[in-house]
């Protein structure tokens, strides 16, 4: 029973994750390899708050998420101006430094050896909740005009510009938000693992949320929830074959973009007045 | 005036795509550009619409000098445009290609959206009332839901017509509207935009090819050949003028 | 900074400089063709690194017969990486999005294939010769490394001989243009493209062989490729020649900074540098700033 629960604990987090990613990719069409930088500054952020200057639980979770919103700030401020394979480099740079920085600062963040000892405070209802309540947030997101001009801007960024829409400036609250949500998750991922070190979330776990996004169907919040959910659990179940987890996973993303370029799922969404909608149509 | 244009020109590379062109339009006027291909016509329109940053001249929009503004500034200040290629959104529904073209205009934030609070639902419903409207403008409220990739290339000409009235423009700037139409599409498209000429109260400028558009709609018309204006007029003035003929003629030869 | 460290760490980050130069055109190749970065570009990479490390150990005990079919090898493998990955999606969407995805995807799925089945064990290249280094006066230079330089300077003079004299190597350029005009001047689109395959991994197989031989193999040494991606985006894109300039550059700014700060801060500083540099010319030193058609 503990191991279902773990199980369901690691597939909660990391599905965070990729919701947090969805809004960025799914939506904006917006490439990071360097999202794993917000995971730790997140997890760090929560981790060092509580450890070295004894914030009281509560409030570390709120201020990584500050912390990574107000990073996702200054960083997105300069580089969402360029196109898409540089800011792809450039996440991936920023990936990077952030890794190379935590090692650097031994002192406060234990360098390579990690943090160990944080208590464990989170657990499956605030994992679940937190992951309903994100839901929430970007479905509502989705529907609202803030959706609508993501998905413009990445069909089309000239013409969404033509429209009216102000493209840098979404792209930067696109971001924002996104970070924030990748920096909660970072910060939740110390309370439940219990260990944070700076290898923990390289370019490459980055790479595995946008795939996974990919392969669950851009237009599609349920898809990718759905898909997010099959591959950890997978890979938690599986764990003595997890390393051909990963191929199996690439290989099923090659798949997808040459069978099903709309992702698994396509635009098809699980909603209440969708099923409504469907009897509607039935009796007309 | 509502728009003024003055000597507005662009060069790419050693190539002169627009040299000192200008352009008057009133309130409730519609006037045309022809000229033959590559003569500059887009070129135009890109410059006033903020794509491409003019070499010289200015332009002045509603009493703005719009000169340096940003596309999606111009498009505040009351101008919209169709595309000659058709860029409607592939991913958005017929609808909600309409929705993003008003969402500038639309009075709620992040926050707002996020919770999806009662002033968000309501102003969604304003939303959609005025997609509607325009859809059923143009007679296209059947396909509101459908993607426009799937439907017939004079179907999503009519939506991209549509999109650029949502946001109660002042200026409409075609773009080729005719291209790849059918006889009976064309005169289609003439009564279409004679009627939102009527019923918006709204200026139009028209890029076209088509003469037969361009002679029925316009009330003046600029020839433009490699990127220089040979000539400007009323229509029956620019149907007699030897250099527009030897332009498209010559061309032919 | 004494002469003496001066120097050898110059010698050093030109020959790393050559190899990221090498990558950056292997990657500019298709950039400047398919107008999409391909990162797939490090899986070509890390294959040729375990072929090479096979053959050279197992059968031919060869340097440069080894060297030889591990390049033609990595040839092989672009091609094969075109045909598989990318040809269906650009026969059917080519949408740029999702030739993205699929050159980080193959990337991936290399990576952790070589991960899974070989593990993380460092494999060595054989011992091709006797003594690895030879001394100036005070100076130690390693032989491997200048083996690496050589090489590198042989493959792009022949490279840029190819791209200039030959039918294939015009037409490449031409499509870099516009990708119709191979089509107009009677030659098949699709030859051009896997040509540049062809060509991209002809150039990482060397890069996955002189690595793999000069430090060793292991699943991430794929990784060198992004440092070529960088070099290629310094550089500018649609400049080949900015790409070698920058991959030097790069290679040699690396070496002096760790002697400088140490390996670990090198990073931060290099990453800064490039931010800052694409955000006051993003199109790189000797690139094109491109205007989107309306």
Not at chain 1, 215 to 238: A, H, K, Q
Not at chain 2, 67 to 74: C, E, G, L, R, S
Request: with cysteine; glycine share 10%.
């Amino acid at each position: 029973m503990a191991f279902y629960i773990k199980v369901l604990e690691i597939t909660s987090l990391y599905t965070i994750m990729v919701l947090s990613v969805y809004l960025m990719t799914g939506l904006t069409g917006l490439f990071s390899l360097g999202q794993g930088a917000f995971v730790l500054i997140g997890a760090y952020t929560a981790a060092v708050a509580y450890l070295r200057f004894h914030v009281p639980f509560p409030l570390t979770l709120p201020i990584a998420v500050i912390v990574g919103a107000f990073m996702g700030f200054l960083i997105g401020l300069p580089t969402l101006r360029l196109r898409r394979d540089f800011f792809l480099l450039v996440t991936f740079g920023f990936g990077e430094m952030t890794r190379a920085a935590l090692l650097h600062l031994s002192q406060l963040t234990g360098g390579a050896l990690g943090m160990a000892g944080i208590p464990k405070r989170v657990g499956l209802p605030l994992l679940l909740g937190s992951i309903v309540v994100i839901l929430f947030i970007t479905a509502n997101l989705k529907r609202s005009r803030f959706g609508r001009d993501c998905i413009a801007i990445r069909n089309d960024e000239m013409a969404a510009g033509m429209m009216g829409i102000n493209v840098y400036r979404q792209k930067i609250k696109v971001f924002v938000i996104s970070s924030a949500i990748t920096s909660y998750g970072g910060a939740l991922y110390a309370f439940v693992v219990m260990f944070i070190e700076p290898n923990l979330f390289d370019w490459l776990e980055s790479a595995k949320l946008i795939v996974i996004t990919f392969v669950g169907g851009l237009n599609s919040l349920t898809g990718v929830i759905i898909t997010s959910m099959v591959y950890y659990t997978f890979g938690e179940f599986f764990r003595f074959i997890d390393v051909w987890r990963d191929v199996l996973l690439a290989f099923v993303v090659l798949l997808t973009t040459i069978f099903r370029p709309n992702g698994i799922f396509g635009d098809w969404e699980l909603s209440l007045r969708g099923l409504f909608r469907r009897k509607h149509a039935a009796e007309r | 005036m509502l728009l003024s244009a003055e000597t507005i020109s662009k060069s790419f590379g050693g190539v002169k795509a627009v040299s000192r062109f200008s352009l008057e339009a009133d309130d409730r006027e519609i006037r045309g550009i022809i000229g033959p291909n590559g003569a500059g016509k887009t070129t135009v329109f890109n410059l006033l619409t903020g794509v491409y940053p003019m070499d010289e001249g200015r332009v002045v929009f509603r009493g703005r000098n719009t000169t340096k503004y940003k596309p999606h500034q111009i498009i505040w200040c009351g101008m919209t445009r169709t595309f000659q290629n058709i860029r409607l959104f592939t991913n958005l529904t017929v609808l909600d290609n309409l929705k993003v073209a008003y969402s500038w205009k639309t009075r709620y934030g992040v926050l707002g959206g996020m919770l999806r609070l009662p002033v968000v639902r309501r102003i969604e419903r304003e939303i959609e009332e005025r997609a509607r409207y325009c859809l059923d403008f143009l007679g296209l409220d059947q396909y509101r839901m459908a993607m426009p990739a799937s439907l017939p290339y004079g179907v999503q000409r009519r939506i991209e017509l549509a999109r650029a009235l949502m946001p109660e423009p002042k200026l409409i700037l075609l773009d080729e509207p005719a291209a790849g139409l059918n006889p009976s599409e064309v005169r289609q498209l003439i009564d279409v935009i004679h009627t939102i000429f009527e019923r918006e109260r709204l200026s139009i400028i028209v890029v076209e090819h088509h003469m037969e558009v361009i002679m029925d709609i316009c009330r003046w018309i600029y020839v433009l050949d490699f990127g220089v204006t040979i000539a400007e007029g009323a229509p029956s003035e620019i149907q007699c003028n030897p250099k527009v003929l030897s332009a498209y003629l010559g061309k032919d030869e | 900074m004494s002469l003496t460290t001066l120097v050898q760490q110059l010698a050093n980050g030109l020959s790393l400089g050559g190899v990221y130069a090498l990558e950056a055109v292997g990657f500019g190749l298709i950039f400047n063709i398919l107008k999409f970065s391909n990162f797939s570009h490090s899986a070509v990479v890390a294959i040729c690194a375990y072929f090479g490390y096979f053959l050279s150990t197992r059968l031919i005990h060869n340097f440069i017969i080894t060297l030889i079919i591990t390049t033609l090898f990595g040839g092989l493998v672009g091609v094969v990486i075109e045909k598989l990955v990318f040809r269906p999606i650009r026969l059917k969407t080519a949408s740029t999005t999702l030739f993205l995805v699929n050159s980080v995807t193959t990337a991936m799925l290399v990576q952790q294939f070589f991960s899974a089945s070989l593990g993380s064990n460092y494999y060595a290249y054989p011992e091709f010769m006797k003594q690895t280094a030879f001394r100036i006066g005070s100076i130690t230079l390693s032989k491997t490394y200048l083996i690496m330089l050589a090489t590198s300077a042989i493959v792009l003079l022949l490279l840029s001989l190819l791209l200039k004299r030959t039918k294939v190597g015009i037409a490449i350029r031409a499509s870099s243009t516009d990708i119709r005009t191979p089509s107009l001047m009677g030659i098949n689109i699709d030859l051009v493209i896997s040509s540049a395959f062809f060509f991209a991994g002809i150039l990482g197989g060397i890069t996955g062989y002189l690595i793999g031989m000069t430090y060793s193999v292991d699943p991430f040494i794929g990784k060198v490729v992004l440092k070529g991606i960088i070099a290629a985006i310094i550089g500018g894109m649609g400049s080949l020649g900015g790409g070698v300039i920058a991959g030097l550059l790069l290679g040699v700014a690396e070496a002096l900074l760790i002697a400088e700060v140490g390996a670990a801060s090198t990073p931060i500083v290099i990453y800064s540098a490039i931010i800052l540099l694409l955000l006051v010319r993003p199109e790189g030193i000797a690139g094109k700033r491109y205007l989107v058609k309306a």
